[in-house]
T-cell receptor, first 114, second 111 residues
């Protein structure tokens, strides 16, 4: 268990408003990831980070931005939320860059965009 | 590119029945393979993993063998319990430090 917390755990917002989700980890893992989970799609990668200030896009990055100013925190921002961004968002961490490393997941954030 | 395909659900079994959830993969290089489990309202937890061909991962009575010749990593359990009811995800850890997940298979075990 990588000691991953996500906040908020639930959020309801309106279309067009900005939203920021926070992921915090206590294990000093280098890699951090944001996924969204939707029925029929499994988990899809939004963005990931391979170090402080080092981030890259995933499969479904449009409409999202991220920042990582400290090893332990990885923020996901929806600049202007849309109904299509209603989803469950999971943060994950990975200790190193070896292929056999496990990813550890947070409890998730349920976001509803009205 | 890398990808994972797993059998669609939902799957409903009686307690003590045999479980198989199929997973096949496409990958360049030599990926690691994982099974994750998600209980209602929770995040994903690692169930088992295998990091090279012919490795068998096992945990809590679940097993999966990394078969390079058939590009498969099927999940099996000899006797399921009600507490095994969850969604199961097959995943591939490939190049570029990215994971690729299947769409998930929902399992319900009835007493």
């Amino acid at each position: 268990d990588a000691g991953i917390t996500q906040s908020p755990r639930h959020k309801v917002t309106e279309t067009g408003t900005p939203v920021t989700l926070r992921c915090h980890q206590t294990e000093n893992h280098r890699y951090m990831y944001w996924y969204r989970q939707d029925p029929g799609h499994g988990l899809r990668l939004i963005h990931y980070s391979y170090g402080v200030k080092d981030t890259d896009k995933g499969e479904v990055s449009d409409g999202y931005s991220v920042s990582r100013s400290k090893t332990e925190d990885f923020l996901l921002t929806l600049e202007s939320a849309t109904s299509s961004q209603t989803s469950v968002y999971f943060c994950a961490t990975q200790r190193g860059d070896r292929i056999q490393e496990t990813q550890y997941f947070g409890p998730g954030t349920r976001l509803l965009v009205l | 590119g890398d990808s994972v395909t797993q059998m669609e659900g939902p799957v409903t079994l009686s307690e003590e029945a045999f479980l198989t959830i199929n997973c096949t993969y496409t990958a360049t290089g030599y990926p690691s393979l994982f099974w994750y489990v998600q209980y209602p309202g929770e995040g994903l937890q690692l169930l088992l993993k295998a990091t090279k061909a012919d490795d068998k991962g096992s945990n809590k009575g679940f097993e999966a063998t990394y078969r390079k010749e058939t590009t498969s990593f099927h999940l099996e359990k000899g006797s399921v319990q009600v507490s095994d009811s969850a969604v199961y995800f097959c995943a591939l850890g490939g190049n570029g430090n990215q994971f690729y997940f299947g769409t998930g298979t929902s399992l319900t075990v009835i007493p």
